[in-house]
């Protein structure tokens, strides 16, 4: 047999076919865009015959650069901090948020652990005795928890959050009540005895018991300490807080108790509390002034009689306050039982994680499973945790999902024709996306773009789905060459044919992710623009690498190996191959059936000197007897597209003896080409008048109205529980919370840029017109604002009341204070300052001058120092206020003794840049609430900085919540600028405004459906919706320009026949004219319309014997021809390619 050259070879004398763009510029009458799109196909051809040639070269380089970019991943961030992956990017939450960070460093105060007790039967009443003693024993199983790190024992008594430790001159005293000062910890057990049992602090004094909070009576202890040290200002000071008997006082919920003590309410009467009664208006810490506890914090779905008297609850809830790693490691900073270690804030971050886990695992394992009541656990390093561990990249998930791919790929492209099948193909189009894809995440490392849970769950999938598509549309546009395309330029072919398609749709997808990026929210910002990297590299790889793959295939074809195995020879070049009869001018002549014995290269064109069509075939071919089995070798056809050569006659004559079955024929193409294709284009139906276009308008009109309604239903929001697994014990907590204890701790921050001596008036303004919100949590009716502010001002006040009391007493004159109180030693010296560096005393003041005046200021020439004195005598006030104040006022020791004078110079603050006023807000249940609640905290700043006072409101939902004010105006930005470059895109790459208008419709369309399922489904609307929906439109262009690109370019994709010279040199057997045939059939059973006029039929001469011949093509690609660009071509697949 005669074989052809080589691949890389064409002989001399050979003349590429004409293109066809060219008939159609000169017939057309839109010359420029048919020019356009042709010089634009044109550029595509000669890329992929170039790729064709140096495949190898380019499949090295190609891996080569991908495999380097994949490297850049070895540096990748995995970014966790909700604030870092939520906050908007250069809003003025972000710049609030940067100025508290300037202030005060990146910690917070403190951070929460909690614990939710619910009955398991739905509406039980909790306030109980027996429900509070579960509670009791899931408390008090989490406070003992202790964890042992770098060599040292950790218990919450070390590294809980205390408020307002007060500074004693004596050392003994001090110590003491270091180890005694009890933990912050808001919990509904405070109304009772048993509250001093979470308190794990302990001191020792000769001739008693350890001192603890449970047998603790600090008024008994002072009166027992009073003869043997000076404690009058410490007893002042425990007078101020209204400790009185701490826990000792407080009824017992078991009288019976052994260890209840005698002072409690109920010891004597042993009849059990009224839980009820007891938590009605919430409880107390140790300090009844500075540590209430209202009972929106203690108790959830609480229902009250017609008088407000509390009746029932459905919720508990224990709050346990630790420290911060920046606090933890200050405190224990240069102290003996760190020194050993390399103290670090790294390691008390550690420290705390690890207790907190501890906390977590034993407060959930605390109730037996059969108890009335179940504990629900949480913390901040479990919110942590979780993130974590949905950032982090599951190889198992990416490797099975890429697996299935593989195998899906390999399995879909095999053939059972060896010389046609394409796994190999499949398979190394996944693994290229693969590295396509690792690539790009490589370069957005390298570029510094943080990974975030959406990166690394959901982008490698996202991206192998858009990559494979465009994979499998080349591959099969490989095997659609049209009649006529050399082996030579069969890969420029494929990229002339598919690449303006596959460039189209992966341009608007890149823009989809890049518009998707104009979210302002940094995780998803993130998100778009790795995804929109990641198509970029998948598009390069399937435009510049992939082409060579299909070139390497073309050659081991070409050289009939084995798919996947191709270092075996193909079995299929000595197949037998039927060739029938056709159709001659009014019947069928019955002429033996041929059967070639070997692989069969032909080759048909038109002799020059006559209208005589001759086909080459190699003098090697023989015939056979037909085989018995007619229908065996087309049973096993893929996809009802044969390739072996039986035959089927679908013409106006008798049909062939031989038809495939129709269960072995159809699939979604010949669905479309057979069915739905000739149902849209009938004129009317058979049950109504309308035309079939008409009914499927009619029908996406009413979806769109039904879309439009289902939009005006969508809510915004995103709940933290939506995140969260469902059926985990954290998304159990989490709905308890929402449901039950809805408060989020915010704050009113003050910035510097005004004086707060001289707008003390507007400083009350703005705390009373934030107070009266609507979701802020009002103060109890008995109790002041919680604020700096009030408790600075009160503290005044009572220091001037007692110094008039002393003053009037004689205890206190012009040139003493030695026998006045300490409060009034105080006041003393604050009133004799005057502000004035030069003068800075006048006693004159002392009668003339007030601390706070009439209309309850404070002078602006005392603010500052008396703020200094404020915040070094009532720490317990300014650890209540928390209002963290920056710069921080100086240490000021009063010592009422001293008689130098000096002590009466008090060193004035400097100036604020940072203070704030908490709050607590409630009934935020869905987003429209948080939104209310912070259009009405902003609209309150806003009148603030009229009055000259900048303040802006901080907290959680101020961070996470505020996206929602503009977050549908960046969605309708992001969607009409994407519509916007699709519609340019599409129109100067097609060249066809109407074609790109119409997508643009089809795209807005598919939005809106989207959108209006949304509300259907009650998906409610965030920043990931948002994302997703953009995203949509870039994906939606994959279905629309194919349709359109075909429908404008579907004439663009034929050859003009002409003979390889290899055909012309080859021995072989010159087809002569024979009878005429009414209409051409190819070898596959596919009509290929009537033969000319001047036809008079063919017989092939092999051996010197005249034989029917089949109609032949010049195509050497074994696969269908295609629509004939002249009537004279005709169909044979040979099976060697």
Same mark, same amino acid.
């Given at each position: 047999?005669?074989?052809?050259?080589?691949?890389?070879?064409?002989?001399?004398?050979?003349?590429?076919?004409?293109?066809?763009?060219?008939?159609?510029?000169?017939?057309?009458?839109?010359?420029?865009?048919?020019?356009?799109?042709?010089?634009?196909?044109?550029?595509?051809?000669?890329? /992929?015959?170039?790729?064709?040639?140096?495949?190898?070269?380019?499949?090295?380089?190609?891996?080569?650069?991908?495999?380097?970019?994949?490297?850049?991943?070895?540096?990748?961030?995995?970014?966790?901090?909700?604030?870092?992956?939520?906050?908007?990017?250069?809003?003025?939450?972000?710049?609030?948020?940067?100025?508290?960070?300037?202030?005060?460093?990146?910690?917070?105060?403190?951070?929460?652990?909690?614990?939710?007790?619910?009955?398991?039967?739905? /509406?039980?009443? +909790?306030?109980?005795?027996?429900?509070?003693?579960?509670?009791?024993?899931?408390?008090?199983?989490?406070?003992?928890?202790?964890?042992?790190?770098?060599?040292?024992?950790?218990?919450?008594?070390?590294?809980?959050?205390?408020?307002?430790?007060?500074?004693?001159?004596?050392?003994?005293?001090?110590?003491?009540?270091?180890?005694?000062?009890?933990?912050?910890?808001?919990?509904?057990?405070?109304?009772?005895?048993?509250?001093?049992?979470?308190?794990?602090?302990?001191?020792?004094?000769?001739?008693?018991?350890?001192?603890?909070?449970?047998?603790?009576?600090?008024?008994?202890?002072?009166?027992?300490?009073?003869?043997?040290?000076?404690?009058?200002?410490?007893?002042?000071?425990?007078?101020?807080?209204?400790?009185?008997?701490?826990?000792?006082?407080?009824?017992?919920?078991?009288?019976?108790?052994?260890?209840?003590?005698?002072?409690?309410?109920?010891?004597?009467?042993?009849?059990?509390?009224?839980?009820?009664?007891?938590?009605?208006?919430?409880?107390?810490?140790?300090?009844?002034?500075?540590?209430?506890?209202?009972?929106?914090?203690?108790?959830?779905?609480?229902?009250?009689?017609?008088?407000?008297?509390?009746?029932?609850?459905?919720?508990?809830?224990?709050?346990?306050?630790?420290?911060?790693?920046?606090?933890?490691?200050?405190?224990?900073?240069?102290?003996?039982?760190?020194?050993?270690?390399?103290?670090?804030?790294?390691?008390?971050?550690?420290?705390?994680?690890?207790?907190?886990?501890?906390?977590?695992?034993?407060?959930?394992?605390?109730?037996?499973?059969?108890?009335?009541?179940?504990?629900?656990?949480?913390?901040?390093?479990?919110?942590?945790?979780?993130?974590?561990?949905?950032?982090?990249?599951?190889?198992?998930?990416?490797?099975?999902?890429?697996?299935?791919?593989?195998?899906?790929?390999?399995?879909?492209?095999?053939?059972?024709?060896?010389?046609?099948?394409?796994?190999?193909?499949?398979?190394?189009?996944?693994?290229?996306?693969?590295?396509?894809?690792?690539?790009?995440?490589?370069?957005?490392?390298?570029?510094?773009?943080?990974?975030?849970?959406?990166?690394?769950?959901?982008?490698?999938?996202?991206?192998?789905?858009?990559?494979?598509?465009?994979?499998?549309?080349?591959?099969?546009?490989?095997?659609?060459?049209?009649?006529?395309?050399?082996?030579?330029?069969?890969?420029?072919?494929?990229?002339?044919?598919?690449?303006?398609?596959?460039?189209?749709?992966?341009?608007?997808?890149?823009?989809?992710?890049?518009?998707?990026?104009?979210?302002?929210?940094?995780?998803?910002?993130?998100?778009?623009?790795?995804?929109?990297?990641?198509?970029?590299?998948?598009?390069?790889?399937?435009?510049?690498?992939?082409?060579?793959?299909?070139?390497?295939?073309?050659?081991?074809?070409?050289?009939?190996?084995?798919?996947?195995?191709?270092?075996?020879?193909?079995?299929?070049?000595?197949?037998?191959?039927?060739?029938?009869?056709?159709?001659?001018?009014?019947?069928?002549?019955?002429?033996?059936?041929?059967?070639?014995?070997?692989?069969?290269?032909?080759?048909?064109?038109?002799?020059?000197?006559?209208?005589?069509?001759?086909?080459?075939?190699?003098?090697?071919?023989?015939?056979?007897?037909?085989?018995?089995?007619?229908? /065996?070798?087309?049973?096993?056809?893929?996809?009802?597209?044969?390739?072996?050569?039986?035959?089927?006659?679908?013409?106006?004559?008798?049909?062939?003896?031989?038809?495939?079955?129709?269960?072995?024929?159809?699939?979604?193409?010949?669905?479309?080409?057979?069915?739905?294709?000739?149902?849209?284009?009938?004129?009317?139906?058979?049950?109504?008048?309308?035309?079939?276009?008409?009914?499927?308008?009619?029908?996406?009109?009413?979806?769109?109205?039904?879309?439009?309604?289902?939009?005006?239903?969508?809510?915004?929001?995103?709940?933290?529980?939506?995140? +969260?697994?469902?059926?985990?014990?954290?998304?159990?907590?989490?709905?308890?919370?929402?449901?039950?204890?809805?408060?989020?701790?915010?704050?009113?921050?003050?910035?510097?840029?005004?004086?707060?001596?001289?707008?003390?008036?507007?400083?009350?303004?703005?705390?009373?017109?934030?107070?009266?919100?609507?979701?802020?949590?009002?103060?109890?009716?008995?109790?002041?604002?919680?604020?700096?502010?009030?408790?600075?001002?009160?503290?005044?006040?009572?220091?001037?009341?007692?110094?008039?009391?002393?003053?009037?007493?004689?205890?206190?004159?012009?040139?003493?204070?030695?026998?006045?109180?300490?409060?009034?030693?105080?006041?003393?010296?604050?009133?004799?300052?005057?502000?004035?560096?030069?003068?800075?005393?006048?006693?004159?003041?002392?009668?003339?001058?007030?601390?706070?005046?009439?209309?309850?200021?404070?002078?602006?020439?005392?603010?500052?120092?008396?703020?200094?004195?404020?915040?070094?005598?009532?720490?317990?006030?300014?650890?209540?206020?928390?209002?963290?104040?920056?710069?921080?006022?100086?240490?000021?020791?009063?010592?009422?003794?001293?008689?130098?004078?000096?002590?009466?110079?008090?060193?004035?603050?400097?100036?604020?840049?940072?203070?704030?006023?908490?709050?607590?807000?409630?009934?935020?249940?869905?987003?429209?609430?948080?939104?209310?609640?912070?259009?009405?905290?902003?609209?309150?700043?806003?009148?603030?900085?009229?009055?000259?006072?900048?303040?802006?409101?901080?907290?959680?939902?101020?961070?996470?919540?505020?996206?929602?004010?503009?977050?549908?105006?960046?969605?309708?930005?992001?969607?009409?600028?994407?519509?916007?470059?699709?519609?340019?895109?599409?129109?100067?790459?097609?060249?066809?405004?109407?074609?790109?208008?119409?997508?643009?419709?089809?795209?807005?369309?598919?939005?809106?459906?989207?959108?209006?399922?949304?509300?259907?489904?009650?998906?409610?609307?965030?920043?990931?919706?948002?994302?997703?929906?953009?995203?949509?439109?870039?994906?939606?262009?994959?279905?629309?320009?194919?349709?359109?690109?075909?429908?404008?370019?579907?004439?663009?994709?034929?050859?003009?026949?002409?003979?390889?010279?290899?055909?012309?040199?080859?021995?072989?057997?010159?087809?002569?004219?024979?009878?005429?045939?009414?209409?051409?059939?190819?070898?596959?059973?596919?009509?290929?319309?009537?033969?000319?006029?001047?036809?008079?039929?063919?017989?092939?001469?092999?051996?010197?014997?005249?034989?029917?011949?089949?109609?032949?093509?010049?195509?050497?690609?074994?696969?269908?021809?295609?629509?004939?660009?002249?009537?004279?071509?005709?169909?044979?697949?040979?099976?060697?390619?």
């Amino acid at each position: 047999m005669a074989r052809p050259p080589p691949l890389g070879e064409l002989p001399p004398g050979y003349t590429p076919p004409a293109r066809p763009a060219t008939p159609q510029i000169l017939a057309g009458s839109l010359k420029a865009p048919l020019w356009l799109r042709a010089y634009f196909q044109g550029l595509l051809f000669s890329l /992929g015959c170039g790729i064709q040639r140096h495949c190898g070269k380019v499949l090295f380089l190609g891996l080569l650069a991908f495999g380097a970019l994949a490297l850049g991943l070895r540096v990748a961030i995995i970014e966790t901090d909700l604030e870092q992956l939520w906050v908007e990017v250069g809003s003025r939450v972000s710049q609030e948020l940067e100025y508290t960070k300037e202030k005060l460093g990146e910690e917070a105060a403190y951070t929460s652990q909690m614990l939710i007790q619910t009955p398991r039967q739905e /509406g039980e009443n +909790v306030l109980t005795p027996e429900a509070l003693d579960l509670h009791l024993q899931a408390a008090l199983t989490a406070s003992k928890v202790q964890v042992s790190l770098y060599g040292k024992s950790w218990d919450l008594n070390k590294i809980c959050y205390k408020s307002g430790v007060p500074l004693i001159e004596n050392g003994m005293i001090e110590r003491m009540i270091e180890k005694l000062f009890p933990c912050v910890i808001l919990t509904p057990l405070d109304c009772f005895w048993e509250g001093a049992k979470l308190q794990g602090g302990s001191a020792y004094l000769p001739g008693r018991p350890d001192i603890q909070w449970t047998n603790l009576d600090p008024e008994q202890l002072l009166a027992e300490l009073g003869p043997f040290a000076s404690l009058e200002g410490f007893r002042e000071l425990l007078d101020k807080a209204q400790v009185g008997q701490a826990y000792v006082g407080r009824p017992c919920l078991h009288p019976d108790d052994l260890h209840c003590p005698p002072s409690a309410p109920n010891h004597h009467s042993r009849q059990a509390p009224n839980v009820a009664q007891e938590l009605s208006g919430g409880c107390h810490g140790f300090s009844h002034k500075f540590m209430h506890w209202q009972e929106e914090l203690l108790l959830g779905g609480m229902a009250r009689d017609p008088q407000g008297q509390l009746l029932r609850a459905e919720a508990l809830q224990s709050t346990f306050l630790l420290m911060s790693p920046r606090q933890l490691y200050e405190h224990f900073r240069g102290d003996y039982q760190t020194h050993d270690i390399g103290w670090s804030e790294e390691q008390a971050g550690t420290v705390l994680q690890a207790w907190q886990r501890r906390f977590v695992q034993l407060a959930q394992e605390a109730l037996p499973e059969n108890a009335s009541q179940q504990i629900h656990a949480f913390s901040s390093t479990t919110l942590d945790d979780i993130l974590h561990a949905f950032s982090e990249v599951s190889a198992a998930r990416v490797v099975g999902g890429y697996l299935l791919m593989l195998a899906y790929a390999c399995v879909t492209m095999l053939r059972w024709d060896c010389a046609q099948s394409q796994g190999a193909v499949g398979l190394a189009g996944v693994l290229l996306v693969a590295l396509a894809v690792a690539s790009g995440l490589g370069l957005c490392a390298l570029l510094g773009i943080a990974f975030n849970a959406a990166t690394t769950q959901v982008l490698p999938f996202l991206a192998l789905g858009i990559g494979v598509d465009d994979i499998f549309l080349l591959a099969h546009a490989f095997t659609e060459a049209p009649p006529g395309s050399p082996l030579q330029e069969r890969t420029g072919e494929c990229l002339r044919r598919t690449g303006t398609s596959v460039t189209l749709t992966s341009i608007n997808n890149m823009v989809a992710f890049f518009m998707a990026a104009l979210v302002p929210i940094p995780a998803l910002r993130a998100f778009s623009l790795q995804a929109a990297i990641v198509v970029g590299c998948n598009f390069a790889a399937v435009m510049l690498v992939f082409p060579a793959v299909l070139s390497l295939d073309l050659r081991r074809r070409h050289c009939r190996r084995l798919d996947v195995l191709c270092c075996f020879s193909s079995p299929c070049s000595a197949r037998v191959i039927q060739i029938l009869p056709q159709e001659l001018g009014n019947g069928t002549v019955p002429v033996g059936v041929a059967h070639l014995t070997a692989t069969v290269q032909a080759f048909a064109h038109c002799e020059a000197s006559s209208q005589h069509v001759v086909t080459i075939l190699p003098p090697q071919a023989q015939l056979v007897p037909p085989p018995s089995d007619p229908l /065996g070798s087309e049973l096993f056809s893929p996809g009802g597209s044969t390739r072996d050569l039986l035959g089927q006659e679908e013409g106006t004559g008798q049909k062939a003896a031989c038809k495939s079955l129709p269960c072995a024929r159809w699939n979604l193409a010949h669905f479309a080409r057979s069915q739905f294709a000739p149902l849209l284009l009938q004129s009317h139906t058979k049950l109504s008048r309308l035309s079939p276009q008409a009914v499927v308008l009619v029908l996406f009109g009413a979806l769109l109205g039904l879309s439009l309604y289902g939009a005006t239903l969508v809510q915004d929001g995103l709940a933290l529980t939506d995140v +969260v697994p469902r059926g985990t014990k954290e998304h159990a907590f989490l709905s308890a919370q929402l449901r039950y204890f809805s408060l989020y701790e915010v704050a009113l921050v003050t910035q510097g840029g005004f004086d707060y001596a001289h707008s003390q008036r507007a400083l009350f303004d703005l705390h009373q017109r934030f107070s009266s919100l609507k979701a802020v949590l009002p103060p109890p009716a008995t109790q002041a604002p919680r604020t700096w502010l009030h408790y600075y001002r009160s503290w005044l006040q009572g220091i001037q009341a007692a110094f008039d009391q002393d003053w009037a007493s004689g205890r206190i004159t012009r040139h003493s204070y030695r026998n006045g109180s300490e409060d009034g030693a105080l006041a003393y010296k604050l009133l004799v300052q005057t502000g004035d560096a030069q003068e800075p005393l006048d006693f004159s003041q002392l009668t003339t001058k007030k601390l706070v005046d009439k209309e309850g200021l404070i002078p602006p020439e005392l603010f500052y120092m008396g703020l200094t004195v404020w915040v070094s005598s009532d720490p317990l006030g300014l650890a209540a206020s928390q209002a963290n104040f920056y710069p921080p006022p100086p240490e000021w020791l009063h010592d009422k003794y001293d008689t130098t004078g000096e002590n009466l110079r008090i060193p004035a603050a400097q100036p604020l840049e940072f203070a704030q006023f908490p709050f607590l807000l409630r009934g935020l249940q869905k987003t429209a609430d948080f939104v209310e609640a912070i259009e009405g905290a902003r609209a309150a700043c806003a009148e603030a900085s009229q009055a000259g006072v900048h303040a802006y409101p901080s907290g959680s939902p101020f961070l996470f919540w505020e996206q929602y004010l503009g977050l549908r105006r960046c969605f309708l930005l992001a969607v009409c600028i994407l519509l916007l470059c699709t519609f340019l895109v599409c129109a100067l790459l097609l060249l066809n405004p109407w074609t790109a208008a119409l997508i643009v419709l089809v795209l807005a369309m598919m939005t809106v459906e989207l959108f209006g399922i949304m509300g259907f489904l009650g998906i409610k609307l965030s920043a990931i919706p948002v994302v997703i929906l953009v995203a949509s439109i870039g994906i939606g262009v994959e279905f629309t320009v194919h349709v359109a690109l075909v429908l404008l370019c579907g004439a663009d994709n034929t050859y003009t026949p002409g003979p390889p010279p290899w055909a012309r040199a080859a021995a072989g057997t010159a087809v002569h004219p024979g009878p005429p045939t009414r209409g051409g059939t190819d070898v596959q059973g596919e009509h290929r319309g009537p033969e000319p006029p001047s036809s008079a039929g063919r017989r092939a001469q092999v051996g010197g014997t005249l034989h029917p011949a089949p109609e032949l093509c010049q195509s050497d690609y074994l696969h269908d021809c295609g629509p004939p660009p002249t009537p004279t071509a005709w169909c044979l697949h040979p099976p060697s390619l």
